[in-house]
């Protein structure tokens, strides 16, 4: 019998602009979509890999998208002392192919944020304002975000002030706030000229 020759799997890590944050870079796809985790809660129900993360006492958050997985340190270890215990365990987890994300996670999360969507029912003219505003962040800045580790996801658009939620390496990043301030309120203040400030809700 032919024994069907796994790919190896490589990984590599990159800096994130959070110093609190890491991201573990593999040469296959994880998960295709986002997957953030905070607490091990919904880590225990959705992902055993998280699961297994949070069970390291260093380990303070999980985010997985796409061929990368961001950890979130806890603050009194340092990187030097973790990295290659990290790199190691993903590899090992990656290679012998066990469960990621469970089947259903994307239509959970995606119910949840719809229930939390309909509590705030926007008028028509507000409704046109919110697709631009999802278009736009989207298109221009989901994209910018991941090459950091991180996430923005739109929560909610009230009198002017748009809601977003950062996850993964953008989570609790002081550079973060920059960015929100800078780059992103900047540029929805000039496409959506309703939009007076933007704030981030620290999930």
Not at 2 to 13: D, H, N, S
């Amino acid at each position: 019998m032919e024994t069907v020759k796994k790919r190896p799997v490589m990984l590599y890590t990159e800096q994130t602009p959070n110093p609190e944050s890491l991201k573990f870079v593999t040469n296959k796809m994880l998960y295709k979509g986002t997957a953030d985790f905070r607490e091990e809660a919904l880590a225990q129900e959705w992902s055993p890999l998280a699961t297994e993360l949070f069970g390291l006492p260093y380990v303070k958050g999980v985010y997985v998208s796409n061929n990368f997985v961001t950890i979130t340190k806890e603050f009194n270890f340092s990187w030097d002392d973790i990295m290659m215990k990290l790199k190691e365990f993903i590899k090992a987890y990656v290679e012998d192919e066990k469960v990621i994300i469970k089947e259903g996670f994307d239509e959970a999360m995606k119910k949840i944020e719809e229930e939390r969507g309909v509590a705030y029912n926007y008028s028509e003219n507000d409704a046109e304002i919110v697709k631009k505003i999802k278009d736009l962040i989207e298109t221009y800045v989901k994209p910018a975000v991941e090459m950091d580790g991180g996430n923005i996801e739109f929560s909610a658009f009230k009198e002017g002030i748009v809601t977003v939620i950062l996850q993964g390496s953008c989570s609790g990043c002081p550079s973060s706030t920059v960015t929100l301030k800078a780059g992103i309120e900047g540029m929805l203040k000039r496409m959506v000229p309703e939009v007076k400030e933007v704030v981030a809700e620290m999930g």
